[in-house]
């Protein structure tokens, strides 16, 4: 199956009611801005995901763009709130602010979906240019590399040659472990997944038991030999072999739809080449 490789351009928790008054804040900011000449302008950004694995009742599902205004000084100020930073929620509170479709929980969001809507942000506040200190795998030399993001690349995801791998009729998917043989079925990570994970690893950091690897793990899996049964998921995550833990790293990167980070790094120094990960940085939103 092809990548579907193109330009950059799951479980939905249930809503909290909290829809309309959001909706009718939206509205009142759009009679605010009609008296004025000059309207926030908005695009267009391509979901990597194309909407697929979203359930039904999603406002995305089976969408491939959203729609989402450009940064103003509003967002500056929740991307400089240390508060917000050292919650881990600035990305968020932007992101909520800028799509267009409010009735869109941001939290629900595929993490594929949300590092698209992340990267044009960035390009359309400040440019597709984004410098930044990098060191050279090859002679350590620290120095400032360009990156071009207008050039990066979107991953729809489902190449599993050389794989074990079946997509389910509910966006899930299941492999076969070389090691053990278990049967494992496991989900894409969406932000609400993405916020229990990180809430989790903060409360393992408190108690200096780091457990980086089993808590992916856990937010992956959804079944085991086809039992959804929650101790019987522990015991694989705690006694699976580390060849079928990177199995399983492995395949559900293959699954996600992403934006394709890595882009060609040429060291001045060394002449060292290679593809190299666009480091998100400090100054990713903080260009000088």
Request: hydrophobic share 35%; with cysteine; glycine share 6%.
């Amino acid at each position: 199956m092809s990548r579907n490789r193109g330009r950059v351009g799951t479980t939905q928790k249930k809503p909290d009611n909290t829809g309309a008054p959001v909706q009718q804040m939206a509205n009142a900011e759009a009679e605010t801005a009609a008296a004025f000449s000059f309207v926030v302008p908005t695009e267009f950004v391509d979901l990597p995901s194309q909407g697929r694995y979203y359930p039904e009742d999603h406002p995305l599902h089976n969408q491939d763009t959203i729609e989402i205004k450009q940064m103003t000084a509003k967002e500056e100020d929740i991307l400089t709130s240390r508060t917000l930073l050292k919650k881990g929620v600035a990305l968020d509170r932007v992101i909520r602010n800028l799509i267009c479709d409010k009735s869109i929980d941001p939290k629900s969001l595929l993490l594929g979906d949300k590092n698209a809507i992340i990267i044009a942000t960035r390009a359309a506040a400040y440019g597709s240019e984004y410098s930044t200190e990098v060191a050279c795998p090859g002679c350590s030399t620290s120095q400032k590399y360009s990156f071009n993001l207008g050039e990066l690349e979107t991953l729809a995801g489902g190449e599993f040659e050389g794989f074990n791998v079946v997509e389910n009729d509910d966006s899930t998917f299941t492999t076969i472990l070389p090691r053990s043989a278990a049967q494992v079925t496991f989900k894409l990570l969406t932000g609400y997944d993405e916020e229990r994970i990180s809430n989790l690893s903060e409360g393992d950091r408190k108690k200096r038991q780091e457990k980086n690897v089993t808590r992916q793990l856990e937010g992956m899996i959804v079944a085991v030999n086809g039992s959804s049964d929650l101790k019987l998921i522990r015991y694989l995550i705690e006694n699976v072999p580390s060849a079928d833990a990177r199995h399983l790293r492995t395949v559900y990167r293959l699954a996600m739809p992403n934006v394709d980070m890595h882009q060609e790094f040429c060291c001045e120094e060394c002449d060292y080449e290679q593809d190299m990960e666009v480091p998100l940085s400090a100054d990713f939103f903080w260009p000088e």
